[in-house]
RNA sequence: GGCGUGGUGGCAGAGUGGUCUAAUGCGCGGGAUUGCAAAUCCCGUAUUUCGUCGGUUCGAAUCCGACCCACGCCUCCA
């Protein structure tokens, strides 16, 4: 069974196969690094990071490349702002997203090409559509993409005769010359507030415009027609259009056979935005006592082509979700007769067969059904927990491989050892109770509790816990 | 205005013509257990019901139409 994805060119679910028959090639648009990510950017990352996981688990290889934005009017602006020079200053967030994207445990990809250190792979593909006439140089010194040069544009997004429909409150001063509304830039002349940000080109001096960073990269990186393509909706257009524009008018050849964009997260039903104060940070969830798991179970607990709603109460859920899995894994484990756990380059070749497993799987291949997938796992997982004795051994590796192609960490049972002074106190509650001293018992149980410690007792002894 | 997505139980969220008296999780209620708890386990939890009204069909949450509502995109944006 393949994975089948909604494509968004064809309006329709598609198999993903490699052109060539080997591994797949695979583009996403990633972060501009200017601040932290929020989890609205993660939902996307980690939607991609399932796609990738799920294809390379069912056997098939996946190049994976994903660009930094990291030279455009925010990171330029906000550097200049901080007296920062603008590597040191997207070195910086760079640095910052990966720790968030280890923290959620997303797979790193073969490839993350930076806009500023492929200036001049994209002063070539300027130059290219320069030679077939599908660019202008305008009185502003910029360069522009000619959108009416390239018939097929806005097949990706489906709008037609864009600048009839578009108003006029959006045109800036920097776009004034452009001969179409809907034309873009490719080449953005240097201009005082830039500072030292310019590079030189054969039309002067300035900086890319954005959009040409990924068509630059991509082909650079997947050749100039690769497998799929994704980012988050709203880049649908102008970007992805502006994308296909600018790499098929120089190539002449299909640049990404497939699409699929993630939809928005929203937070307590509405869009995030700063003035409505709900765009959080992974960082700043934390802050509040989340996990990074958590967040990631919380994130993809909806399908991506739905608006998913994030709440404080459905990042609520996400643990004892976690805990059960975890049970499970536990008890699997052991009936597999506690063998080391398979690595995920292990899993992605050998492929074990998922027993009860299986249509947790299936639901992934089919659109990445990341809720179904859910269901059907916790569906096993209370068959599982009714009649434990009816486990096989080869469960355990199914469980894994499907933990692994949601990317899911689960909680360590009882891993965290107390200190010696809270373990005094739970000795002598354990005394306590033995003299049946239920009022100094339930003293010391608050005593701790108000320590950070919660305590359960079991068989002829008690066991210690981090407070929840 | 243009384009688009969706409205399913307290919440989240599957299900896209019959096996739906609607998966799954959280929450909630009850029980077992416990000195009392916690943890764990068990049971129950949408009173033909899936925004409203019509239509197609032997049969619809699933298809069609109208309407209401919510949300997103329309060159900053995952």
């Given at each position: ?25 695979f583009?996403c ?16 990352f980690v939607?991609q990071d399932i796609f990738r996981r799920a294809l390379e688990l069912?056997?098939?290889?996946v190049?994976h490349?994903r ?34 994207c280890e923290?959620l445990n997303l797979l790193r990809p073969q490839?993350e ?231 995920y380059g292990?899993?992605c ?55 692994e192609a949601?990317g ?61």
């Amino acid at each position: 069974m393949n994975l089948r994805i909604h494509d968004t060119l064809t309006d329709s679910l598609q198999d993903v196969l490699p052109a060539d028959g080997k591994r797949v090639g695979f583009y996403c648009c990633g972060p501009t690094v200017y601040a932290a990510a929020h989890i609205g950017n993660f939902r996307t990352f980690v939607v991609q990071d399932i796609f990738r996981r799920a294809l390379e688990l069912s056997g098939t290889p996946v190049k994976h490349v994903r660009n930094l934005t990291n030279v455009d009017d925010k990171t330029i602006r906000v550097s200049q702002e901080q007296g920062q020079s603008l590597g040191e200053f997207t070195a910086f967030w760079t640095e910052k997203f990966h720790a968030d994207c280890e923290a959620l445990n997303l797979l790193r990809p073969q490839i993350e090409p930076g806009a500023v250190e492929h200036i001049a792979e994209q002063i070539d593909l300027i130059q290219r559509l320069m030679d077939k006439g599908h660019a202008y140089q305008a009185g502003d010194g910029s360069v522009y993409f000619r959108v009416e040069s390239f018939p097929a544009y806005g097949r990706l997004s489906r709008v037609q005769d864009r600048e009839l429909t578009t108003g006029t409150a959006a045109q800036s001063d920097d776009e004034y010359d452009r001969d179409s509304l809907s034309d873009f830039a490719l080449w953005k002349a240097a201009k005082p507030e830039d500072g030292p940000n310019v590079w030189e080109s054969p039309w002067g001096r300035g900086r890319p415009g954005w959009h040409l960073e990924c068509s630059a990269m991509s082909m650079k990186y997947l050749g100039p027609s690769f497998d799929v393509h994704s980012g988050g909706i709203d880049l649908t257009f102008p970007h992805h259009e502006n994308e296909i524009a600018q790499s098929e008018a120089c190539t002449g050849v299909t640049f990404s056979r497939l699409w699929f964009h993630v939809v928005h997260l929203m937070v307590d039903g509405h869009k995030m935005s700063k003035s409505l104060g709900n765009m959080y940070t992974l960082e700043e969830l934390q802050a509040k006592g989340f996990r990074p798991e958590e967040v990631r179970y919380a994130l993809i607990a909806g399908h991506y082509r739905k608006h998913l709603n994030f709440t404080l109460a459905s990042l609520e859920a996400a643990r004892p979700n976690l805990q059960r899995l975890a049970k499970l894994e536990k008890h699997l484990h052991h009936v597999a007769g506690s063998p080391k756990r398979p690595s995920y380059g292990a899993l992605c070749t050998s492929r074990p067969a998922l027993g009860r497993f299986a249509p947790a799987f299936e639901a992934l291949l089919e659109n990445l059904n990341v809720p179904r997938a859910l269901g059907e796992v916790f569906k096993a997982a209370g068959e599982i927990e009714k009649a434990p004795q009816s486990a096989k051994p080869e469960e355990y590796s199914g469980l894994i491989v499907i933990l692994e192609a949601l990317g899911l960490r689960l909680p360590e049972l009882g891993a965290v050892e107390a200190p010696g002074e809270i373990r005094a106190l739970a000795e002598q509650r354990l005394e306590a109770r033995a003299n049946k001293d239920w009022g100094k018992s339930d003293e010391l149980r608050d005593q701790l509790a108000a320590l950070g410690w919660s305590i359960k007792d079991v068989k002829g002894g008690y066991e210690l816990e981090p407070n929840a």
